[in-house]
């Protein structure tokens, strides 16, 4: 059988940067061997490129099906005015045009590097362009709705397709009966949008926009007498399951501290500073979150929230943070938010991670550059 080496300035193994890795591959991806080596440059047959050799990357939070409303919904409406928004003009589109997108972005997500995503869902409308994606997709129904009890839609829709699973769609969204029967049915990750707002934790106050709008659209909240979001969820929540977190741009240290004792397994904190900036201008509180030895992984959201659905684009927005940690937010990171990481996410032995080159990085720096992309190798 016909194996390839590969080799690049830089492999990322183990989340450290390494010099001299020569990777071995069958015809199939399999990683075969990897090998420290001191002079690659006279080693016969071996595959150079520049950059950073990398595993392919896990995008931890996406919602595919919203790829349609790319540049429909202006930038720094805050985070109420986004979701009036989507409301207005999500009828607009027909469903040739929705799925068209979706199959579009698929393959540049594809082409960038992304082995798996956690896609979250309202529907199956986009469902054969994931099943027929070369990319792993787990697909993730979400509910909401504060007068919506018919988790059960959901539950037949998961139950007619491979990996998918329910979840509630955030701790303001969904009322309490609800939001109690999907997280205590099943093993399957949750995955939450967190702290997303001022106005999250303002409604349980009786304040904010939100409280305002659900006022006037007279929507009862029967949960606000948890006191806060992350109270709800470690009330509302068994300690054995599995949870990702995502945006949390007003996460606090006590609310993580909170969320982190309350689990089994600490919860997973899903990134998106893209959406964040196009949305609220707001950023995820990326310093508290390294300080604490929390597992980070990486979103792209939607183009619905976003300009694009690139990784690298989300992982320079988290600032100046060195290169093989966000790196690692990016691959293992987001396997681990998966529990795929048995799998993906890691350069090793005995695995499939696909792999992809990281071109323009600052190399002498070890920090991403305004240039710096990604692009598969296989």
Same mark, same amino acid.
């Given at each position: 059988?016909?194996?390839?080496?590969?080799?690049? &300035?830089?492999?990322?193994?183990?989340?450290?940067?390494?010099?001299?890795?020569?990777?071995?591959?069958?015809?199939?991806?399999?990683?075969?061997?990897?090998?420290?080596?001191?002079?690659?440059?006279?080693?016969?047959?071996?595959? %150079?490129?520049?950059?950073?050799?990398?595993?392919?990357?896990?995008?931890?939070?996406?919602?595919?099906?919203?790829?349609?409303? &790319?540049?429909?919904?202006?930038?720094?409406?805050?985070?109420?005015?986004?979701?009036?928004?989507?409301?207005?003009?999500?009828?607009? !589109?027909?469903?040739?045009?929705?799925?068209?997108?979706?199959?579009?972005?698929?393959?540049?997500?594809?082409?960038?590097?992304?082995?798996?995503?956690?896609?979250?869902?309202?529907?199956?409308?986009?469902?054969?362009?994931?099943?027929?994606?070369?990319?792993?997709? &787990?697909?993730?129904?979400?509910?909401?709705?504060?007068?919506?009890?018919?988790?059960?839609?959901?539950?037949?829709?998961?139950?007619?397709?491979?990996?998918?699973?329910?979840?509630?769609?955030?701790?303001?969204?969904?009322?309490?009966?609800? !939001?109690?029967?999907?997280?205590?049915?099943?093993?399957?990750?949750?995955?939450?949008?967190?702290?997303?707002?001022?106005?999250?934790?303002?409604?349980?106050?009786?304040?904010?926009?939100?409280?305002?709008? !659900?006022?006037?659209?007279?929507?009862?909240?029967? %949960?606000?007498?948890?006191?806060?979001?992350?109270?709800?969820?470690?009330?509302?929540?068994?300690?054995?399951?599995?949870?990702?977190?995502?945006?949390?741009?007003?996460?606090?240290?006590?609310?993580?501290?909170?969320?982190?004792?309350?689990?089994?397994?600490?919860?997973?904190?899903?990134?998106?500073?893209?959406?964040?900036?196009?949305?609220?201008?707001?950023?995820?509180?990326?310093?508290?979150?390294?300080?604490?030895?929390?597992?980070?992984?990486?979103?792209?959201?939607?183009?619905?929230?976003?300009?694009?659905?690139?990784?690298?684009?989300?992982?320079?927005?988290?600032?100046?943070?060195?290169?093989?940690?966000?790196?690692?937010?990016?691959?293992?990171?987001?396997?681990?938010?998966?529990?795929?990481?048995?799998?993906?996410?890691?350069?090793?032995?005995?695995?499939?991670?696909?792999?992809?080159?990281?071109?323009?990085?600052?190399?002498?720096?070890?920090?991403?550059?305004?240039?710096?992309?990604?692009?598969?190798?296989?």
């Amino acid at each position: 059988m016909t194996k390839r080496r590969i080799a690049s &300035h830089y492999t990322l193994l183990d989340s450290h940067l390494e010099r001299n890795i020569v990777v071995e591959i069958d015809t199939s991806g399999l990683i075969t061997a990897i090998e420290h080596v001191d002079n690659i440059d006279s080693m016969a047959g071996v595959e %150079f490129y520049p950059g950073v050799l990398m595993p392919a990357m896990v995008n931890a939070h996406c919602h595919l099906e919203l790829s349609y409303l &790319h540049a429909a919904i202006a930038e720094g409406t805050g985070f109420a005015g986004f979701a009036r928004a989507i409301g207005q003009v999500r009828g607009n !589109y027909t469903t040739q045009e929705r799925v068209h997108a979706a199959t579009i972005a698929d393959a540049k997500m594809w082409e960038e590097g992304i082995a798996a995503v956690a896609d979250i869902a309202n529907d199956d409308l986009v469902m054969d362009v994931k099943q027929s994606s070369k990319i792993e997709y &787990h697909t993730m129904f979400e509910h909401f709705g504060l007068m919506n009890n018919d988790v059960e839609r959901l539950e037949r829709l998961a139950e007619q397709y491979p990996h998918c699973s329910v979840t509630p769609h955030s701790t303001y969204s969904v009322n309490d009966a609800s !939001y109690r029967r999907i997280t205590t049915m099943g093993t399957a990750q949750l995955s939450i949008h967190f702290a997303e707002s001022d106005d999250e934790s303002s409604l349980y106050r009786h304040e904010g926009s939100l409280w305002s709008w !659900y006022e006037r659209m007279s929507w009862e909240c029967d %949960f606000l007498h948890y006191g806060s979001p992350a109270r709800r969820i470690v009330e509302s929540t068994p300690r054995a399951r599995g949870v990702m977190l995502v945006h949390a741009t007003r996460a606090t240290e006590s609310d993580i501290r909170l969320l982190d004792d309350h689990f089994a397994t600490k919860p997973a904190w899903v990134l998106c500073p893209e959406s964040n900036r196009y949305i609220s201008r707001l950023a995820p509180p990326v310093d508290i979150l390294r300080s604490m030895g929390s597992t980070i992984a990486i979103g792209t959201d939607s183009l619905a929230s976003a300009r694009s659905l690139s990784m690298v684009d989300n992982m320079r927005l988290l600032g100046d943070i060195p290169l093989h940690e966000v790196l690692t937010y990016a691959t293992r990171g987001g396997a681990q938010a998966m529990c795929i990481d048995d799998r993906l996410g890691s350069i090793a032995v005995g695995r499939r991670p696909g792999l992809v080159i990281l071109r323009n990085a600052d190399l002498q720096a070890l920090r991403l550059t305004p240039e710096a992309k990604t692009y598969r190798l296989l």
